[in-house]
């Protein structure tokens, strides 16, 4: 089974059994997101609710800085919060940076060249999305395996909040996560820069480096496998500057969005795609063109790459407001690693691969690639 091209129908559904809404389609999808009466402040309805209430005190330092993500508010706390980090994002910033990341990208290349294993995701999304965001952040010294822990504890609590062992790990993840970035010596870092009390600030740290990570393993991973699938990477490596690069990340964005869905809650009634949507009501906006529930069965293949179309206008990233601050490094990062990975090694081939089983912070578990293409 391929991926089909993602559907360009917008659907407003409402499903009993799950007792939420269901949007799907990017104009539907963008309305939803700049819609004023949904809320991001959804931690309430969307995961405590589900987390049993004798554990809310035994994780009340969870549910207390998860309060204070500025991707979970509205209104003046999250513009406040967004605008104070804003400045670590900046083009100009990002266009410094471009160069050592191209260095970060290069020596984990030859590292990935040498390992064992070649799997594309332990071996090499793990290690350049750690190393990325600890320079944008100003982070130095980022500890991969330590990084993507805690943020597969916080993606585990998020995903099955009900669990007693994932909002404990969650916890003590944040906890960890606290402690390093406080510890960080860069005077220009998320720590110096975000705003509020130590507690919100703490908050606002752990949150942007975690939206960070899972998210850029998950688009490297989708970016090679379509790459290499689509045969693309000896046109890439051939090429003078990063466009080809370019299209093949917008399109991975497009087709296999690492987010797959943002949740919101009507603070008062509003109508979307003709239907009416009640205060109290839960919207879950899918952000891969699809319905979040139709598509059972994972891809076995990449689906097929049209040169040239305009991708830039899916919503992997979000839409209004909450739009990601992180996407232009995130889209740097990765279309620097597939020109870096085409030339080096334009006859590789996928042999394993084998996905997450977390349906929001898509992905894989393992990529593992055959470098010179002898499993072709
Ligand atoms: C492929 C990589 C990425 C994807 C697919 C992605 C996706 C998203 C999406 C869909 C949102 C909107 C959330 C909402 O509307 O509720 C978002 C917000 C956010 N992202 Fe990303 N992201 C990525 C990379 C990054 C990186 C590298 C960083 C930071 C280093 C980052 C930090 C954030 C932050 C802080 C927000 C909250 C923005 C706000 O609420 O104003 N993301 N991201």
Redesign the pocket.
């Known amino acids: 089974m391929t991926t089909d091209d993602t559907s360009t129908a917008s659907t407003v559904q409402y499903y009993d059994e799950l007792g939420c809404w269901v949007v799907w389609g990017r104009q539907a999808a963008q309305a939803a997101?700049e819609d004023p009466h949904l809320s991001?402040e959804t931690l309430e309805a969307a995961n405590l609710s589900y987390l049993p209430t004798d554990m809310h005190e035994e994780c009340s330092h969870l549910i207390e800085t998860m309060r204070r993500w500025?991707?979970l508010l509205d209104g003046s706390r999250?513009t406040t919060a967004?605008r104070a980090v804003q400045p670590l994002f900046s083009p100009r910033r990002i266009r410094r940076l471009e160069e050592t990341i191209e260095v970060i990208v290069d020596e984990e290349l030859d590292a990935y060249a040498a390992s064992e294993s070649h799997d594309a995701v332990a071996e090499l999304a793990d290690r350049i999305s750690a190393r990325t965001?600890g320079l944008?952040?100003g982070l130095p010294g980022s500890d991969h395996l330590s990084l993507h822990r805690w943020a597969k504890a916080l993606t585990d609590f998020l995903g099955t909040s009900y669990r007693r062992d994932c909002a404990v790990g969650a916890q003590d993840a944040l906890r960890e996560m606290g402690e390093f970035i406080k510890n960080a010596p860069d005077e220009d870092s998320i720590w110096s820069r975000a705003s509020g009390s130590e507690w919100d600030r703490l908050a606002t740290s752990s949150?942007?480096?975690f939206?960070?990570l899972e998210?850029?393993v998950?688009?490297i991973g989708f970016s090679l496998w379509h790459m290499l699938g689509n045969g693309l990477a000896p046109r890439i490596a051939a090429a003078d500057t990063d466009e080809a690069a370019k299209e093949v990340v917008e399109r991975a964005?497009e087709v296999y969005?690492?987010?797959g869905h943002?949740a919101r809650i009507a603070t008062s009634t509003t109508e979307l795609g003709g239907r009416t949507v009640m205060e109290g009501d839960l919207v879950l906006v899918s952000?891969t063109g699809r319905d979040l529930f139709d598509t059972p069965q994972l891809p076995t293949a990449p689906t097929t790459h049209h040169q040239g179309a305009d991708r830039s206008d899916h919503v992997?990233?979000?839409f209004g407001?909450?739009?990601?601050?992180?996407?232009p490094?995130?889209r740097i990062t990765v279309a620097q690693l597939l020109t870096g990975f085409a030339r080096r090694f334009p006859d590789a081939t996928v042999k394993e691969v084998a996905w997450r089983k977390n349906r929001t912070f898509r992905g894989f578990d393992r990529l593992v690639l055959d470098l010179d293409g002898a499993s072709r």
């Open positions: 997101l991001s500025f991707v999250h967004r965001i944008l952040l949150m942007v480096m939206g960070g998210t850029t998950g688009l964005l969005a690492p987010l943002v952000l992997a990233f979000g407001m909450h739009y990601c601050v992180g996407a490094l995130a």
